[in-house]
Every structure is written in structure tokens, then in C-alpha cells.
């Protein structure tokens, strides 16, 4: 992805990146700022409030990496080696409870057609919060030149239309006004669509979305993340039929608007974040790992190795139809994570004994080591999918792109064998014989593997030692962005066979190439305390120890002496206490978190910074704590 910083023009998203002064962390590609604009926002696609000069910008160019994980490009047709790359400037603000999308697209070509991909225009997908739904499905939104029911050819000028959630199909049938208050655009074309006697320059348009129809609010103290993507549509040479003509895609993220695939965009919005308040935050990753310092594990799936209870080694449960977990998941996983059960034996029997795991991650040097902890009355093997008992981790590949020039998903499975060992699946058997990765697994004490479910099983363990560089890391983790997600599978089988099932649960992502994985960040070579401690220059660091736990705390950087109050947040963005913590000398500083008056459940929070001399607020740092009794 192209970023404006001050070398070239305007603000840049790459100032939203996390600091480390661990290894040289990559800044996001998947999020943006939409900060809260001055005034009102009038569509008439000429961006000439004042507000849009300070909005945070995004430039995405076909044939160029929009950003990983899920970002990539198409030729639909016509010639490979276009002349006319589509370049747009997107940049995004927000105004009450509204997101405003302004886009300026460079094209010498600009309009459209009766068939699909022969057309200019924005293919958009958002997830729908607001329908209690995991994983939240996604509302469709295009705005193009793709007329398909005509008229045929398009007369020069005519406008783009609207497709999707908040429109009547076909594109051009008038929208009623609850259609247009969720959901409105106005384009200006610079030159004449449906035209190529002369050359176009392009086209630039102002978008409106009502976030409220889809289940978010950025007016709470905490903000919202909007789960967002787009690919941009580009036509040329087509009005008339030219030898050069093209039909391409360029997309950042999500190819789609009615179904995700690869990865979604964050963009995150709250109160304080306008265009007048400074530097956009830090937005970090949905997780992150700091290396071990316990000796490696003997990979023998015992996990009985000091390595699976060292404090750096992440743990979360999977579980099946449990709500209240999945909340727990950090960053937009809640939406992002989610079951199926897939029919068996004709049907969708009864789930008698719930899939329940207990998943493990830690780090040494370049290898991922993987512990895996399931309670299960019922451990079987069985060949059909459906029925395995076992797990998918599914990775993407360094350096290795997929046919959309993607980040390459990878599936590495394995299952509980025959014989009570483990099974490697998929890509985990390529990873194995180069001995890139090793598995292991072991029953529990009087559990046997069968598919009778005549006799209750404990469960089973399991162990996963991968080596990085197998899977595209360079030595020493330099680039230590994982994308990551999680599917156990657990399959249960009984007499009569009309009560056997099959569930699948998953952390994140489904399959290697659905959206989306978990965005974690390997910290190499340092402790919170030190990472922490070593960036306590600059503002914007703060992390939360001991998450989950009934007594987290609050770790923070301060480059100067402050004048700090803690505010925390429940769920639905209501104030549930406020702190005055009094002036903190420079460097780092810890506060409990003070826990033992909440129930349990998620919190936000929020460290206001203040000048002690003058009383100006220096800066606000947000974090989240899960409080578990």
C-alpha cells in the first residue's frame, strides 16, 4: 500500500502504526483512522470541506499490494498489460454516527456497461454488527456503472448507480428514502462517462454510510471498529470497443461485498479522534506474543514442559456454543470467530458433549510452538472431514502469493489417527517431511479412540512445533507479523448412527482462505517490561498484564511527567469508574486494573494524559481488560 507521509502529500495512515523497539515490527495494513470532521458533511462529490484535507488518506494503485494479508489484484478480461492503471485516493471521517467515504480515482477511461466486470465503479462489504449473528454476516454495497438490465449501450453521462443492502435491484430503480438515509453517494466525473472520444481524467465522489442500520457506534467514549473492504472496479476503452480494452479489479483487503474472503479492513472511529486532535493513536494488533524464555518443549503431546506455563505463553479456550467466550476474544474477533455443524449420517443431530479445547502459543527463536488441551467424551477417528476429531491451523505463507497475488493461506491440519497418535493434514504434511514442523499427540488417561461412543473418553493432548522459516520467515523473525486462526474439530459418533454429529468452532477464521485472521505480533527478544520501558519517549504505549485474569494491570510509557486519571468503560460504552492516579514521573508506570469490584466481563479503558503545569490534555491511551472470577 502507498501511504502519504510528509515526504509526499497529505496525512498518513502509516502514522497509526504500533512503535516497538523490539524488532522492527511492520506497521498495520489492514486499518485506518476516520476521525471526527468539523462540521457537516454536504454530498455533492466535490470534497471541498475543510475537513477532508486533514482526513486520514489510503492510496490504492492496480497492479500494487494494497496491504497484507488479504489485499490483490485481476485482469477479468481484455488486454494483460493495460495502459491505464486505475490510481484512488481514498479518505474517510466520520460526523455523529455516519461514515464518510471520499474516493478520488484517477482514470482516462470512466463508465460502464450491461456486463458484469465491464464496468467502473466500488464494490464495498461491511459486517453487520448489530444482528446478534457469529460470525456477524456482511451487508453488499456497489456502486458502479453496471447497468444489467440497460439501457444498453449507456448514453454518455449517465451515472453510477446503487446495488445491495440499502438499494432495489436493478441498479437505476428509484430508492426509497430509508434506502438513502442508510446509504447515499453523489459522483462527479471529471470528463464525460460512456465517452471515449476524449480522455476522462476520472472521477470523485462522497459516500455516506448510517453505521447505526449496522450495528455500530462511534460516538461511545470508546469509538467502534467498522469491519470494512473494498475492491475498485476499472473499465477502459470500451465506449467505443478499442483494441486496448481492459477490465480489471484492484482490491485492499476483501474482494468481495457479498462474501469475505482473505481479510477485512478496520476502521476505527471514537469522540476524541477529529481532525484537529493531533496524530491518529496507535492501533495494535489484535495480539501480542513476547518470546519465551523456557527451555523448548520435548514434542512428545504431553504438555507437561515448563514452556506451556510460562507467563509469555498465550491461552484461550474454544468452545462450542459459548457466547460469553467468544466476546472475550480480543480486537474484532467476537465477529470474527464462530461454529458450524455440517450434517451427518443425513442430519444435525443433538450435540450431547461440546467441543471443548484449550489452545496454547508461545515463541523461541523462529520456531511456533502449539499446545492443544481437549476434554472429550468421545475421541474417535474417522476419514470423513466432518467427523474428525482435530484442529486446523490456518497461516499464511511469507513470501508466497496466491492467484489474486494475495498472501498465501496455508491449511495445516492434523486429527486423532486410529492409533491414538497424531494424523498431519493438508500443508502440515509438507511442513513434516522437510522437517519444518513436528507434531505429537497423546490420550488421556482412559480414553480409547473408537466410533462406537460406547465407553466415555477424557479427552486428548496435543503438541505443534513449527519452524518459521518453513512457512517463509526470515532467521531471527524480522518480519514477526503472524496471521493466524484456529478451527477445532470434533466429531462424535454413537449407536444409533442418526445421533452421531460433527462440530466445527474456530478462532477468527474458518478456513485458510476466509476472512480473518488474527493480526499477531511475535515480540522477539524482549519482555513487556522491557519493550515497554525502551520506547518510554514517545506516548501511545500501554498494555494490559495478566489478560485475561481477575486482577489485570495497566502497564504505560510516559515520556515526561503527567498528571493521570484512569476511566474505564463497560461493553455498551457506559462510565463504570473514574480515577484520579495524581502526577506519574516519567518512565514506566503500572496501575491495577481493580478488578475485585466488577463482575466479570470485557472492560475498555482509558489513560488521560495532562500537562501538570498547563492542564492540556497530552494524550489519551486506550486498552481493553477481560476480567474473569
Known amino acids: 500500500m502507498r501511504f502519504r507521509t510528509a515526504i509526499h502529500v497529505g496525512i498518513l495512515?502509516?502514522?497509526?502504526?504500533?512503535?516497538?523497539?523490539?524488532?522492527?515490527?511492520?506497521?498495520?495494513?489492514?486499518?485506518?483512522?476516520?476521525?471526527?470532521?468539523?462540521?457537516?458533511?454536504?454530498?455533492?462529490?466535490?470534497?471541498?470541506?475543510?475537513?477532508?484535507?486533514?482526513?486520514?488518506?489510503?492510496?490504492?494503485?492496480?497492479?500494487?499490494?494494497?496491504?497484507?494479508?488479504?489485499?490483490?489484484?485481476?485482469?477479468?478480461?481484455?488486454?494483460?498489460?493495460?495502459?491505464?492503471p486505475v490510481t484512488a485516493t481514498l479518505s474517510f471521517l466520520v460526523e455523529g454516527n455516519q461514515l464518510y467515504l471520499g474516493a478520488d480515482v484517477q482514470d482516462a477511461s470512466v463508465g460502464g456497461s450491461d456486463v458484469f466486470n465491464r464496468h467502473d465503479g466500488f464494490l464495498m462489504s461491511m459486517k453487520d454488527h448489530g444482528l446478534g449473528v457469529y460470525p456477524?454476516?456482511?451487508?453488499?454495497?456497489?456502486?458502479?456503472?453496471?447497468?444489467?438490465?440497460?439501457?444498453?449501450?449507456?448514453?454518455?453521462?449517465?451515472?453510477?448507480?446503487?446495488?445491495?443492502?440499502?438499494?432495489?435491484?436493478?441498479?437505476?430503480?428509484?430508492?426509497?428514502?430509508?434506502?438513502?438515509?442508510?446509504?447515499?453517494?453523489?459522483?462527479?466525473?471529471?470528463?464525460?462517462?460512456?465517452?471515449?472520444?476524449?480522455?476522462?481524467?476520472?472521477?470523485?465522489?462522497?459516500?455516506?454510510?448510517?453505521?447505526?442500520?449496522?450495528?455500530?457506534?462511534?460516538?461511545?467514549?470508546?469509538?467502534?471498529?467498522?469491519?470494512?473492504?473494498?475492491?475498485?472496479?476499472?473499465?477502459?476503452?470500451?465506449?467505443?470497443?478499442?483494441?486496448?480494452?481492459?477490465?480489471?479489479?484492484?482490491?485492499?483487503?476483501?474482494?468481495?461485498?457479498?462474501?469475505?474472503?482473505?481479510?477485512?479492513?478496520?476502521?476505527?472511529?471514537?469522540?476524541?479522534?477529529t481532525v484537529s486532535s493531533g496524530p491518529a493513536p496507535t492501533v495494535a494488533p489484535d495480539l501480542t506474543i513476547t518470546e519465551t524464555a523456557a527451555a523448548a518443549p520435548v514434542i512428545d503431546g504431553q504438555l507437561s514442559d515448563g514452556i506451556w506455563t510460562d507467563p509469555n505463553t498465550y491461552s484461550f479456550d474454544i468452545r462450542w456454543d459459548?457466547?460469553?467466550?467468544?466476546?472475550?476474544?480480543?480486537?474484532?474477533?467476537?465477529?470474527?470467530?464462530?461454529?458450524?455443524?455440517?450434517?451427518?449420517?443425513?442430519?444435525?443431530?443433538?450435540?450431547?458433549?461440546?467441543?471443548?479445547?484449550?489452545?496454547?502459543?508461545?515463541?523461541?527463536?523462529?520456531?511456533?510452538?502449539?499446545?492443544?488441551?481437549?476434554?472429550?467424551?468421545?475421541?474417535?477417528y474417522h476419514p470423513d472431514f466432518d467427523r474428525w476429531d482435530g484442529f486446523l491451523l490456518l497461516m499464511n505463507e511469507r513470501g508466497v502469493r496466491g492467484p489474486d497475488h494475495q498472501i498465501l493461506g496455508r491449511r495445516l491440519g492434523f486429527q486423532v489417527a486410529s492409533d491414538g497418535s497424531a494424523l498431519a493434514q493438508d500443508y502440515l504434511t509438507t511442513l513434516v517431511a522437510a522437517n519444518d514442523a513436528e507434531i505429537a499427540l497423546a490420550l488421556k488417561p482412559g480414553t480409547t479412540v473408537d466410533t462406537l461412543g460406547t465407553q466415555a473418553d477424557a479427552g486428548y493432548t496435543a503438541e505443534l512445533a513449527i519452524d518459521l522459516k518453513g512457512m517463509g520467515y526470515p532467521p531471527g523473525l524480522s518480519a514477526g507479523t503472524l496471521y493466524l486462526g484456529v478451527n477445532h474439530l470434533d466429531g462424535d459418533s454413537f449407536i444409533p448412527t442418526t445421533d452421531?454429529?460433527?462440530?466445527?468452532?474456530?478462532?477468527?477464521?474458518?478456513?485458510?482462505?476466509?476472512?480473518?485472521?488474527?493480526?499477531?505480533?511475535?515480540n522477539a527478544g524482549n519482555t513487556g517490561v522491557e519493550e515497554i520501558a525502551g520506547a518510554a519517549a514517545q506516548y501511545g504505549l500501554v498494555r494490559t498484564i495478566g489478560n485475561p485474569s481477575a486482577e489485570p494491570r495497566i502497564r504505560f510509557s510516559l515520556p515526561a511527567d503527567n498528571r493521570v486519571s484512569l476511566e474505564i468503560f463497560d461493553v455498551a460504552g457506559r462510565l463504570v469508574e473514574s480515577r484520579e492516579l495524581g502526577i506519574q514521573p516519567a518512565g514506566v508506570r503500572q496501575v491495577d486494573f481493580g478488578g475485585s469490584n466488577k463482575p466479570a466481563g470485557v472492560y475498555m479503558y482509558r489513560l488521560k494524559l495532562v500537562d501538570p503545569e498547563t492542564g492540556t490534555l497530552r494524550s489519551a491511551l486506550h486498552g481493553k481488560a477481560v476480567l474473569i472470577k
Not at 37 to 60: F, K, R, Y
Not at 74 to 82: D, R
Not at 185 to 203: C, E, I, K, M, P
Open 13 to 84: 495512515l502509516a502514522s497509526i502504526a504500533v512503535v516497538s523497539s523490539a524488532s522492527a515490527q511492520a506497521a498495520r495494513e489492514d486499518v485506518v483512522w476516520a476521525r471526527n470532521a468539523s462540521g457537516p458533511i454536504t454530498l455533492d462529490g466535490v470534497l471541498n470541506e475543510s475537513s477532508w484535507a486533514q482526513a486520514e488518506q489510503v492510496v490504492i494503485v492496480y497492479g500494487e499490494n494494497a496491504g497484507d494479508p488479504g489485499s490483490g489484484w485481476k485482469i477479468e478480461g481484455g488486454t494483460a498489460n493495460p495502459d491505464d
Open 136 to 273: 456477524a454476516p456482511i451487508a453488499e454495497y456497489l456502486y458502479s456503472w453496471w447497468y444489467p438490465e440497460g439501457p444498453i449501450p449507456l448514453p454518455p453521462g449517465y451515472p453510477p448507480g446503487f446495488i445491495g443492502s440499502w438499494a432495489t435491484f436493478p441498479p437505476g430503480t428509484p430508492r426509497d428514502s430509508t434506502q438513502i438515509a442508510n446509504w447515499d453517494a453523489v459522483t462527479v466525473v471529471h470528463g464525460l462517462a460512456n465517452a471515449d472520444s476524449v480522455a476522462d481524467t476520472g472521477y470523485t465522489f462522497e459516500m455516506r454510510f448510517n453505521l447505526t442500520a449496522m450495528g455500530y457506534d462511534v460516538t461511545q467514549p470508546g469509538g467502534d471498529i467498522i469491519e470494512w473492504g473494498v475492491s475498485i472496479y476499472d473499465c477502459d476503452w470500451l465506449w467505443p470497443l478499442m483494441g486496448n480494452v481492459s477490465f480489471k479489479r484492484v482490491w485492499w483487503q476483501s474482494p468481495w461485498g457479498n462474501a469475505i474472503w482473505y481479510h477485512q479492513v478496520q476502521i476505527h472511529a471514537r469522540p476524541d479522534v
Open 322 to 380: 459459548d457466547a460469553a467466550l467468544r466476546q472475550t476474544y480480543p480486537s474484532v474477533g467476537p465477529y470474527r470467530s464462530g461454529q458450524f455443524q455440517p450434517t451427518v449420517a443425513g442430519g444435525t443431530a443433538l450435540v450431547l458433549d461440546p467441543a471443548d479445547a484449550t489452545v496454547k502459543m508461545a515463541f523461541r527463536g523462529d520456531i511456533l510452538y502449539m499446545g492443544f488441551d481437549v476434554n472429550d467424551q468421545v475421541v474417535q
Open 500 to 522: 452421531s454429529y460433527g462440530t466445527r468452532t474456530w478462532w477468527f477464521r474458518e478456513y485458510e482462505g476466509d476472512c480473518c485472521p488474527a493480526w499477531i505480533y511475535l
